[in-house]
C-alpha cells in the first residue's frame, strides 16, 4: 500500500525537524515506524536528515555493542550481546528452556495480565504491531498502516497468506472479531482500560478481506501503539476461539503449544507452517515454572533453564560475573509510583509534598534497589526513555537544608501502604526521611488486600494517604498520565486535578507535530515537577540474563516480552 | 556401665553449663543493651558500602542496605527475646495443663478436646493468624497469643501421648491407692517423668518460633519490614546466600546458638534434678 | 466416626466464615487490578460470590457430597483432580522423608542416650539442634547450590517429569529438620528408662547392654517416633510450603496456603477436607499402634 497524503505530509515535517537537528535520526525511524510510512518514504526522509549523527541527548534503550560474549554485570554498565534487528542465525534448531515464575491464575490471552501468562501466548499467537525493545514498531500481522482524517480514522493492511496453525486463513474479520472481544463493555480485559476514550465497541469495520479500518473517538496520532503488543492482550484469536487457552491454543505465532501444566510449565515446537518463512530457527521451546525467584536463578545457574522471562536484578549477582551468561539490559518505562492524596494531611500542602520529594537520595535508591541500573526520575511521568520528554527540567536531588526550609518547623509524620513486592523500596523510603526528621510507618498489606475493594470508593492502592504502586511500562507517556493523573483518571491515587494538565495531555494525543508534543510534554512535567503529586525516582531497567555459550539472538524487552525468532544455538 | 557414670561427671555438666549460660546472658545483655553494644545504628543505610565482606569496620560485612550485620544481630536479640520465648512459654503451659488432663481422664473429656484440637491442626496454614489480625489488629501481643496458641496442639499432643503411658504405670496406681489427689498425682508423679520430652518439644518450638515470625511478616504480623528479628534476616537475605553469606549466617548462628543454649541449659536442669 | 465427621463439617463451616473475614477479593486477583470494576462484580456475581453465605455453604455441601468438587476459582482446574493429585505428592515426600528419619533418628537417639553425659552424646544433641534451628530456605538453597548447581549431580527442581531423582535433595532438606527432633526425643527417652530403678536394679544385677536396650529400652522409645509421626505428619503434608516453594514441589501445603491467600473457596475446602481426613486417620493410627507396642495402654477412661 503506498503512502497516504497525510504520511507524506508528515515525513515532510519529520525530514525537516531531522535537518534542523530539533530530533535524532533514532526518533526519526521511531517516529517513522509509528506512522506506518512505507520503506522508500523512509528512505528518502533519512537521506534528507544528512548526516548519520545522532543530534540530540537520547536515553531509549540499548545500542547494539557486541559483548563478544564478556560477562556483563547487572548494574551500571548497559550492553547487548545480540542485535535486535532480524540478522540471520548462524546455526539451526535446538529447544530452548525457559524459566518464568509460576502464575497464580489461568494462562487466558484475552484476560492474563501476568508475565508468565503473556509470554505463553506470544509463543503461539500474534499482535497486528510487534513492539520492539528500543519501542520502535515491527510489522506483523499487518503488513501497513496509514492514518487518515487527522488521525481520527486509521486503515490497516493485512499481511496476505498468513495461516493460524489449523490452517484456517487470517482475514480481516477475524481481526475484527478479536478486536470486538476485548471492546466489548462487559469485557474482563485490562485491554478495554487501554482503549478507553479512544476506541470503542462498533469502532471497527472491514473494508475488505484484508483491509480493517478503525475509526477513534478522537485524533490520536500514537493509535498504532495502542494495537501492537503494548496493549497485551490484543492478540488475533481465531474467530471460534473458547476458553481455556491451553485447549485452544491455534494461534498465527512462530511455536504452537505441544503441552501444559498449570504447575510444572508449558512445552512448545516450532510452527511448520510459520509465515515467516526460515524462522522460527528453534525446533521447540520448553518454559519451565518455578514458585520462588531465587530457585529459579539456582536452575539458570545449573542449566535445567537458559533464560528467564522476567529477572530480579539484585538476584543475577551470582551470574553477573559468570562469562557463560551474558546479562542483556534495556531502558524500559516500568516505574514504582509513590503517591500522596493531595486532598488529605499532610499532603494537601505542596510545601509537604515538595519537602519529602526534596529529603530522597534518588541515586541511594537506585544503588540499593537497582545495583544503578535504573534511569532517575524528577517527579515527573515523562521518562527520560520517552522522545518527547523534556530534558532541561532540573533533577530534583537530595537537599536536606531546602527540607527544613520547607518543612517551615512542621513535623510530619504519615503510614506508608503498600504490598511486598515495593517493601525493600518502602524501608529504603523510611531510612531515609528518617533523617530529615519525617517519620514513616510502614503499612504492609498483602497483595490480595491491597487491590481488592471498590476502585471508585475505597480500595487501599487508590485511597490511602500515602502509598507505593508499582507500575509495569507503556510505550506512550499519556498510558500513564490521563489514568493516573488527570482529573477524572480512574486510577488516580492522588486526586490531583489540574486543569491546565488535562488540557496539555488532550492536546499531546491529538498532535503529530512533534515539536508540539514536546511543547505539551513539558507544560505536564513542569506541572507535575512543581505540584509533586506523585513521586518517582527512578525509571526501570528491564533485564534478561541468558546463557551465551549455548545461544545467541536472546534479548531483554522493556516489557518482559519474549521474541525467539532469531534464537539459534551456537 | 554405659552412660551412668559420665552422666554423674560434675566437670562435663559444668563446662556445658558454663558455654549455654554465657551465650544466654550476651544475648540477654543485647537485648537490653543494644544502643551501647551496637556500634551503628541497626537501620542505618550506607547504600555505597552495600554487600561489603566482614571487616574491621563491619565485623560482620553489611546487607543489601548497607546496614552493618554486627549491629542488627546484636539489635535483634530484643525482639527474638521477647516474642519467641513468651509464646513458646503460653504455648508449653497451655499445652502441658491439657496434654495432662486428656491424657489422664480419657474419656468425654479427652474426645471433646482432641475434637477441637483435630479441628484446628485440620486449618489451612496462617488461617488463625489472620483471623486474629482481622479481629484485633496488628500487634506484639497478637503475635505472642496467635504464635502460642498455633503451637499449643503441637505440646498438647505430644504431653497427652506421654501421659497415656505413665497413667498406666505402677507408680500412679500405687499413689491413686495411697489417696493422692489428681493434681499431686498429674503434677508430682507423671510430669516429672514426661519433662523431658516437654523440655525437648518446647526448645524445638522455640526455633520454629522464631523463624514462623519471619514467614507472618507477609501478612502483616511479626517482624515489621526492615526488623532487625534474627529470622526475618535470615528469610530476608537467603537470596543473597551465593554472594554475600555473612548475610545470612550470623543471624542463623545467632539463631542456632539461642536454641542450643537453651536445650542445653534444660538438659543440665534435668539431669541434676534426677541425679 | 460420628465425632469425626462432625469436626470436619465444623472445620468446613468455619472456613467459609472465616474466608469472608479476611479481606482480598478472588475476582480481581483473577482479572487484575486494571479490569474494570464492572467486570469483577460481573465476575463475582458470575462465581456465585453475592450469594449469602448460607446459600454458598449449602449449595457447595450438596456438590462436595456428591463428589462434584468444583473447578478452582483461579486455575479452572477441576479441584478433585487438583486435591487429589497434590496430596498424591506431598504422601509420597513425606513418608519417604519419614522412611528416612526413624532409622537414622533411632539409632543417634540409642547411640546419645546409653553414652548420655559423653562427648558424643553432646556432640548428636548440638548437630541434631543446628538442624532443627536450620530453615527449610537456608538448608534447601544451600543444597541446591552444592549439588544442582556447583556438582550438578541433581536438577534444581522436583518436577513430576524428573521422578525420584527430583525428590532427592527435598527429602535431605526434610531429614535436616526433623531428625534432630526425634532423635532428641529418643533420647530422652532412652535417659528416662536407664534411670527408672527397675533398670538400675537389672544392672546392678549384671545384664549385658544388649539385653538391656532389647528388653527395656527399645520398647519405650519405639513409642517415641510414634508420637512424632503424629506431629511430623501434620507437618509433612500442610507444613511443607518452604519446600514445596523453593523446589516446585506440587504438593498439598502450598495448594493450600495458595488457595487461602487467594480465597479460591473450592479448592481451600476440598483441600481442608481431604487433609483433614489424612490427619484424623494419623491420629487413628498411633493411638492403635500405641495400644499394640504397649498393652497396658488403653486409650480411654482411666481406670
Redesign the interface.
Same mark, same amino acid.
Given at each position: 500500500m503506498s503512502d497516504n497524503e497525510l504520511q507524506r505530509q508528515w515525513a515532510g515535517e519529520l525530514a525537516d525537524l531531522a535537518r534542523s537537528g530539533a530530533i535524532s535520526r533514532r526518533e526519526v525511524l521511531r517516529k517513522a515506524s509509528v506512522f506506518g510510512l512505507s520503506i522508500p518514504l523512509i528512505g528518502a526522509v533519512l537521506a534528507a536528515c544528512g548526516s548519520d549523527d545522532d543530534k540530540s541527548a537520547d536515553t531509549t534503550s540499548a545500542s547494539p555493542t557486541t559483548a563478544a560474549g564478556a560477562g556483563t554485570t547487572a548494574g551500571g554498565s548497559e550492553t547487548t550481546s545480540a542485535s535486535t534487528s532480524g540478522s540471520t542465525p548462524a546455526g539451526k534448531g535446538g529447544i530452548l528452556a525457559v524459566g518464568a515464575l509460576t502464575p497464580s491464575t489461568e494462562v487466558d490471552p484475552v484476560i492474563g495480565y501476568d508475565a508468565a501468562s503473556i509470554a505463553i501466548f506470544q509463543l503461539t499467537h500474534e499482535y497486528l504491531i510487534w513492539l520492539n525493545p528500543d519501542f520502535t514498531l515491527r510489522p506483523q500481522l499487518a503488513e501497513s498502516w496509514a492514518p487518515e482524517e487527522e488521525g481520527k480514522r486509521w486503515v490497516v493492511s493485512l499481511r496476505k497468506g498468513v495461516t493460524f496453525s489449523d490452517g484456517t486463513p487470517l482475514d480481516a474479520d477475524t481481526v475484527k472479531a478479536s478486536y470486538d472481544r476485548l471492546l466489548d463493555p462487559d469485557s474482563e480485559s485490562a485491554a478495554l482500560s487501554a482503549f478507553d476514550g479512544v476506541l470503542e465497541a462498533g469502532g471497527i469495520t472491514v473494508q475488505d478481506e484484508s483491509t480493517v479500518v478503525f475509526d477513534l473517538v478522537r485524533p490520536y496520532a500514537d493509535f498504532p501503539y495502542l494495537i501492537s503488543a503494548n496493549t497485551y492482550n490484543t492478540v488475533i484469536l481465531p474467530k471460534d476461539y473458547t476458553a481455556p487457552y491451553q485447549d485452544h491454543a491455534i494461534g498465527t505465532g512462530p511455536f504452537v503449544l505441544t503441552s501444559f501444566s498449570a504447575t510444572d510449565g508449558a512445552k512448545f515446537s516450532r510452527n511448520e507452517t510459520y509465515w515467516d518463512t526460515g524462522k522460527p530457527g528453534l525446533d521447540g521451546v520448553e518454559i519451565k515454572f518455578y514458585k520462588d525467584?531465587?530457585a529459579q536463578v539456582l536452575g539458570l545457574q545449573s542449566g535445567e533453564v537458559d533464560t528467564q522471562v522476567t529477572s530480579i536484578i539484585?538476584?543475577l549477582?551470582?551470574v553477573a560475573n559468570n562469562p557463560d551468561f551474558t546479562i542483556d539490559q534495556v531502558n524500559g518505562t516500568g516505574v514504582n509510583v509513590f503517591t500522596m492524596r493531595v486532598d488529605q494531611a499532610p499532603f494537601d500542602k505542596k510545601n509537604i509534598r515538595q519537602a519529602v520529594a526534596t529529603a530522597l537520595?534518588r541515586q541511594?535508591?537506585n544503588?540499593?534497589l537497582s545495583n544503578g541500573a535504573a534511569a532517575l526520575g524528577n517527579d515527573h511521568l515523562l521518562a527520560p526513555a520517552y522522545p518527547a520528554s523534556p530534558t532541561d527540567i532540573p533533577q530534583r536531588e537530595i537537599d536536606l537544608d531546602k527540607v527544613k526550609e520547607l518543612l517551615a518547623g512542621e513535623s510530619v509524620s504519615f503510614k506508608l501502604t503498600f504490598e511486598?513486592p515495593l517493601?525493600?523500596f518502602?524501608?529504603?523510603l523510611?531510612?531515609?526521611l528518617?533523617q530529615a526528621g519525617i517519620s514513616v510507618e510502614?503499612?504492609?498489606?498483602?497483595s490480595d488486600e491491597f487491590y481488592a475493594g471498590d476502585q471508585a470508593t475505597d480500595t487501599p492502592w487508590l485511597f490511602t494517604t500515602a502509598n507505593l504502586v508499582g507500575w509495569a511500562g507503556r510505550a506512550v507517556p499519556t498510558q500513564f498520565i490521563i489514568p493516573m493523573i488527570k482529573s477524572d483518571g480512574i486510577w488516580n491515587g492522588s486526586k490531583y486535578a489540574n486543569p491546565a494538565l488535562d488540557a496539555a495531555a488532550d492536546a499531546y494525543d491529538a498532535t503529530t507535530d512533534e515539536a508540539e508534543k514536546k511543547k505539551q510534554a513539558k507544560i505536564i512535567a513542569e506541572a507535575m515537577h512543581e505540584d509533586t503529586p506523585v513521586i518517582i525516582t527512578d525509571w526501570s531497567a528491564s533485564v534478561r540474563p541468558y546463557n551465551s555459550k549455548k545461544w545467541t539472538g536472546i534479548s531483554a524487552h522493556p516489557s518482559s516480552f519474549v521474541d525467539f525468532n532469531d534464537v539459534a544455538p551456537v | 556401665?554405659?552412660?551412668?557414670r559420665?552422666?554423674?561427671?560434675p566437670s562435663?555438666?559444668r563446662v556445658?553449663l558454663v558455654i549455654a549460660v554465657t551465650v544466654l546472658a550476651v544475648w540477654i545483655a543485647s537485648a537490653l543493651f543494644a544502643g551501647l553494644l551496637a556500634p551503628f545504628s541497626p537501620?542505618?543505610?550506607l547504600?555505597?558500602l552495600?554487600f561489603a565482606d566482614p571487616s574491621v569496620h563491619h565485623l560482620f560485612g553489611t546487607d543489601?542496605?548497607?546496614r552493618d550485620v554486627f549491629s542488627r544481630v546484636i539489635a535483634g536479640a530484643r525482639p527474638v527475646l521477647t516474642i519467641a520465648p513468651l509464646a513458646v512459654l503460653l504455648a508449653t503451659v497451655a499445652g502441658t495443663v491439657l496434654g495432662l488432663i486428656t491424657g489422664?481422664?480419657?474419656?468425654l473429656t479427652?474426645?471433646i478436646a482432641?475434637?477441637i484440637l483435630?479441628?484446628f491442626?485440620?486449618?489451612?496454614?496462617?488461617?488463625p493468624a489472620?483471623?486474629a489480625v482481622?479481629?484485633l489488629g496488628r500487634s506484639t501481643t497478637v503475635l505472642v497469643v496467635v504464635l502460642g496458641f498455633a503451637f499449643t496442639p503441637?505440646i498438647t499432643?505430644?504431653v497427652r501421648?506421654?501421659t497415656?503411658?505413665e497413667?498406666?504405670k505402677q507408680f500412679v496406681e500405687a499413689a491413686r491407692l495411697r489417696g493422692e489427689s489428681t493434681a499431686y498425682i498429674l503434677g508430682r508423679e507423671i510430669l516429672p517423668?514426661i519433662a523431658?520430652?516437654i523440655?525437648?518439644?518446647s526448645?524445638?518450638r522455640l526455633?520454629d518460633a522464631v523463624?514462623s515470625i519471619a514467614t507472618l511478616?507477609?501478612?502483616?504480623l511479626g517482624a515489621?519490614?526492615?526488623s532487625p528479628d534474627w529470622?526475618a534476616q535470615?528469610?530476608d537475605n537467603?537470596?543473597?546466600?551465593?554472594?554475600a553469606w555473612w548475610t545470612?549466617l550470623f543471624p542463623?548462628v545467632a539463631?542456632?546458638s539461642l536454641?542450643?543454649s537453651v536445650?542445653?541449659l534444660a538438659?543440665v536442669i534435668r539431669?541434676r534434678r534426677?541425679a | 466416626m460420628g465425632?469425626f465427621l462432625?469436626?470436619?463439617a465444623?472445620?468446613s463451616i468455619?472456613?467459609f466464615a472465616?474466608t469472608n473475614?479476611?479481606?482480598g477479593d478472588v475476582a480481581r486477583r483473577i482479572l487484575g487490578r486494571e479490569a474494570s470494576q464492572e467486570a469483577v462484580n460481573a465476575k463475582r456475581a458470575e462465581l456465585g460470590l453475592d450469594r449469602s453465605i448460607l446459600v454458598q455453604y449449602r449449595s457447595w455441601l450438596g456438590g462436595f457430597l456428591r463428589g462434584d468438587w468444583g473447578k478452582s476459582y483461579t486455575k479452572g482446574e477441576p479441584v478433585r483432580e487438583l486435591v487429589l493429585s497434590h496430596l498424591g505428592r506431598s504422601l509420597e515426600l513425606g513418608l519417604i522423608a519419614f522412611a528416612v528419619v526413624v532409622p537414622v533418628a533411632l539409632g543417634l537417639g540409642l547411640l546419645a542416650?546409653?553414652?548420655?553425659?559423653?562427648r558424643t552424646?553432646?556432640a548428636i544433641?548440638?548437630l541434631g539442634?543446628?538442624g532443627?534451628?536450620?530453615?527449610e530456605?537456608?538448608s534447601g538453597?544451600?543444597l541446591l547450590?552444592l549439588f544442582s548447581v556447583r556438582l550438578n549431580w541433581l536438577p534444581s527442581s522436583a518436577r513430576d517429569e524428573y521422578g525420584l531423582k527430583g525428590l532427592v535433595l527435598p527429602v535431605i532438606c526434610l531429614v535436616i529438620v526433623c531428625v534432630?527432633?526425634i532423635t532428641? %526425643?529418643v533420647r530422652?527417652?532412652v535417659?528416662?528408662t536407664?534411670?527408672r530403678p527397675y533398670v538400675r536394679t537389672a544392672?546392678l544385677k549384671g545384664i549385658t547392654?544388649a539385653a538391656l536396650v532389647r528388653r527395656h529400652v527399645l520398647r519405650?522409645s519405639l513409642?517415641?517416633p510414634?508420637?512424632a509421626l503424629?506431629?511430623q505428619l501434620?507437618y509433612l503434608i500442610?507444613?511443607l510450603?518452604t519446600v514445596e516453594l523453593l523446589f516446585n514441589y506440587a504438593g498439598i501445603?502450598s495448594l493450600?496456603?495458595g488457595?487461602?491467600q487467594e480465597k479460591d473457596l473450592p479448592t481451600?475446602q476440598a483441600?481442608?477436607m481431604v487433609?483433614?481426613v489424612v490427619? %484424623?486417620l494419623t491420629?487413628v493410627l498411633?493411638d492403635a499402634i500405641?495400644a499394640w507396642l504397649?498393652p497396658?495402654?488403653?486409650?480411654?477412661?482411666?481406670r
Open positions: 525467584p531465587q539484585s538476584l549477582t551470582p537520595d541511594a535508591i544503588d540499593t511486598p517493601k525493600d518502602a524501608v529504603v523510611q531510612e531515609q528518617k510502614l503499612d504492609q498489606r498483602t | 556401665m554405659i552412660g551412668l559420665a552422666a554423674r561427671d562435663r555438666r556445658t537501620s542505618a543505610q547504600p555505597r552495600k543489601g542496605f548497607g489422664y481422664f480419657g474419656g479427652d474426645s482432641m475434637k483435630q479441628s491442626a485440620i486449618l489451612p496454614p496462617l488461617f489472620v483471623l482481622a479481629l503441637l499432643w505430644t501421648s506421654a497415656l503411658v497413667r498406666e517423668n523431658g520430652s523440655i525437648v518439644e526448645t524445638v526455633a523463624f511478616a507477609f501478612i502483616g515489621a519490614p526492615g529470622g535470615v528469610a537467603r537470596v543473597n546466600l551465593q554472594f545470612v542463623a539463631v542456632a536454641v542450643i536445650s542445653l538438659d539431669e534426677s | 465425632g462432625l469436626t470436619l465444623l472445620t468455619l472456613i472465616l473475614v479476611i479481606p542416650g546409653l553414652r548420655n553425659g559423653t552424646d553432646r544433641t548440638v539442634l543446628c532443627t534451628a536450620t530453615p530456605f537456608v538453597v544451600l547450590i534432630g527432633y532428641r %526425643m530422652a527417652s535417659v528416662a536407664l534411670e544392672r547392654t519405650n513409642v517415641v510414634v508420637t503424629g506431629v501434620r500442610g507444613g510450603i501445603g493450600l496456603l488457595a487461602a481451600l483441600a481442608t487433609t483433614g490427619i %484424623m491420629f498411633t500405641y504397649d497396658r495402654v488403653r486409650v480411654g477412661k482411666a
